[in-house]
């Protein structure tokens, strides 16, 4: 038993010691948006409503040509029944088998069923130009979630570094102070500054760990899961000296943009839903074909074959065309009309409003963009101003020109420089891709 429990524990500390040696997750960014462009719920909720729509655009397509059905029946009558094969009433048992066969087609009927296929046709190619912009919706999102967890990584390892460097620092001053050289009211203000730094560090970390639960959120992943986001390889040079006119993009955007189209499609869709609609006004015709068959069998009499009774005794075919003039309906039809009406209207301003859109978005992108990339040159050169004077204040302080208040705020500053930098570069990035976002020409490939 002692062993049994030994063994236990002992392989109870390995698997403790295995789970602690083990490295984080590493996910690149790439990875991430194929995480998220196969887990996304609106993503594959779409996905789903385009297979219904090519569906429905088979069977409209189908719906103009002929309908077929074919019936059986097999049933007994006992008592009083007419015997057409002999033209008699018959008294007794007599058991039945027949068939029929039977088809269909519109010849007129306003051009109802011309329309609804043309409607399921601009359904289903919305909906095909809705899963392209979701796609890219996706993309979007975990781009700036993701660019978002890795400048929090950036802040975390630049406080990292402030709170080592404020250590040195209290501990160098401490030294003085003990040997006389430096004032105790030194001592207590750097401890202040290295305690502030440890609780910077805290906010970033904690800052970290909420923002990446909110990437597992976007990916489907369990949030537990520890998973350490990688640098992400981009030339930011190129990015920065990016000279794209808002004309081109706009003229790039109107040719591309998936929900731009997808309002188009949408309103002709509504449109010629209308016009089905319409057709219902109008008188139809229809043209149809029956053929169909009997076998009787009468208990204790001489009957005819199965083969010449169902092939030539009791054959029925009739053929013609029908037609129905709608009269009234309690104005059912033109109801429903006025409904179509409506949501082809609806559907208009929609597109309308879609063009308003479109212009919109590639303006603040290209402007954001613009704003983005001055930004970024504006915090080079604050961080190399604030790296030159900390040095120098620094330089002062140990030889006693400056005082402890001045190197605090210098090393505020230069540490503040450094998430200013940080932060204009995942900016400059993130803007960029929304710059192919506000286009419609976001894809995959364009992931580093």
Not at 240 to 255: G, I, R
Not at 309 to 330: E, H, M, R, W
Request: aromatic letters at 10%.
């Amino acid at each position: 038993m002692k062993e049994l429990v030994f063994s236990i524990l002992a392989s109870s500390l390995l698997m403790a010691a295995s789970a602690q040696e083990q490295l984080p997750a590493k996910l690149t960014f790439k990875e991430a948006v194929k995480i998220g462009l196969q887990n996304n719920v609106v993503l594959n909720q779409q996905k789903n409503q385009l297979q219904y729509t090519q569906k429905n655009k088979t069977s409209s397509m189908l719906q103009l040509g002929p309908s077929v059905q074919a019936g059986g029946s097999a049933y007994r009558n006992d008592g009083n029944s007419f015997n057409q094969n002999e033209g008699r009433v018959v008294n007794g048992v007599i058991d039945y088998v027949g068939g029929q066969l039977s088809a269909s087609m519109p010849v007129f009927n306003g051009l109802a069923v011309v329309n609804q296929y043309r409607q399921a046709n601009n359904q289903n190619e919305a909906q095909l130009h809705q899963v392209v912009r979701s796609n890219q919706d996706v993309i979007r999102d975990v781009s700036n979630q993701y660019l978002l967890c890795l400048l929090d990584q950036e802040l975390v390892k630049i406080n990292i570094e402030n709170v080592a460097t404020q250590q040195i620092q209290y501990d160098q001053i401490k030294a003085q102070v003990e040997l006389g050289s430096k004032a105790e009211a030194d001592l207590y203000n750097q401890e202040y500054q290295l305690k502030n730094s440890e609780l910077l560090l805290v906010r970033a970390r904690n800052t970290l760990k909420n923002d990446m639960a909110n990437l597992a959120l976007t990916l489907q992943i369990d949030p537990t899961i520890y998973v350490e986001v990688q640098q992400v390889d981009w030339d930011i040079n190129k990015l920065a000296a990016d000279s794209a006119t808002f004309e081109n993009l706009y003229a790039t955007a109107v040719d591309r943009r998936s929900d731009l189209k997808q309002a188009g499609h949408a309103e002709k869709a509504a449109h010629y839903g209308y016009s089905s609609m319409k057709g219902r006004y109008y008188p139809s015709i229809y043209a149809g074909v029956n053929y169909g068959s009997r076998y009787n069998y009468i208990q204790g009499e001489d009957n005819r074959s199965f083969h010449d009774q169902f092939t030539k005794d009791n054959v029925a075919l009739s053929y013609g065309f029908s037609l129905t003039i709608p009269i009234y309906s309690g104005l059912q039809y033109r109801t429903q009309a006025a409904f179509s009406k409506v949501t082809y209207e609806n559907a208009k301003i929609r597109a309308k409003n879609a063009e308003v859109v479109v212009k919109t978005d590639v303006i603040r992108a290209y402007q954001n963009f613009k704003d983005a990339r001055t930004s970024y040159e504006t915090s080079q050169a604050q961080l190399r101003a604030a790296e030159t004077s900390y040095k120098m204040e620094k330089e002062r302080y140990d030889l006693g020109i400056s005082n402890i208040v001045q190197l605090s705020i210098v090393n505020q500053t230069y540490v503040r420089a450094q998430g200013d930098y940080k932060t204009s570069l995942f900016t400059l990035m993130f803007q960029r891709l929304l710059i192919n976002y506000a286009t419609g020409t976001l894809q995959f490939e364009d992931i580093p």
